[in-house]
């Protein structure tokens, strides 16, 4: 069965670190990849999604993940954290399981930014 | 315009009752789903609709009835409510037509059973 996993449950960072949240997906074929964030009392936000047309995603917000098929990785970056970026990040993956898609989620990783 | 909205935002309710969560996209998509996240944030599947299909249909209790009027609707009633059914539910919708697309999510609707 497909799985994520997202590494690291918090991460704390500095305003204008780096910010870098992992995500490794476990399935025979590579997968879709999505990487979305939640902003308090919010829904799902989508940032990136990879989907084998190129291995470096730009997504919203000055994110990008990069796809890497021997790590079965699909970490997501920001070269530079804002104030704002405090929020919660979920890794998903979809194969298109039966004809549909079927989003898995990662369990969530908290991302605190401080001066 | 709010892409996928969800109906009430907020749901306090007592044990045993029976409760409904509407939800409605604007985006002409043709599958819409449910999902549970826990009080750890964690986000699982519950049920997938295609063009008023039910597709998917993960463990949930039976409890859970989800109805679809039409492609743009999926609600969720829930029977005789228990206090391991708090949670944030989420509805979201995506246009697959043989592809993966992003699922677009709505706002949720925290239900709390005291």
Known sequence: AQSVTQLGSHVSVSEGALVLLRCNYSSSVPPYLFWYVQYPNQGLQLLLKYTSAATLVKGINGFEAEFKKSETSFHLTKPSAHMSDAAEYFCAASNFSGGYNKLIFGAGTRLAVHP | DTAVSQTPKYLVTQMGNDKSIKCEQNLGHDTMYWYKQDSKKFLKIMFSYNNKELIINETVPNRFSPKSPDKAHLNLHINSLEL???????????????????????????????
């Open chain 2, 84 to 114: 391991g059914d708090s949670a944030v539910y989420f509805c979201a919708s995506s246009q697959d037509r043989g592809r993966i697309s992003e699922a677009f999510f709505g706002q949720g609707t925290r239900l709390t059973v005291v």
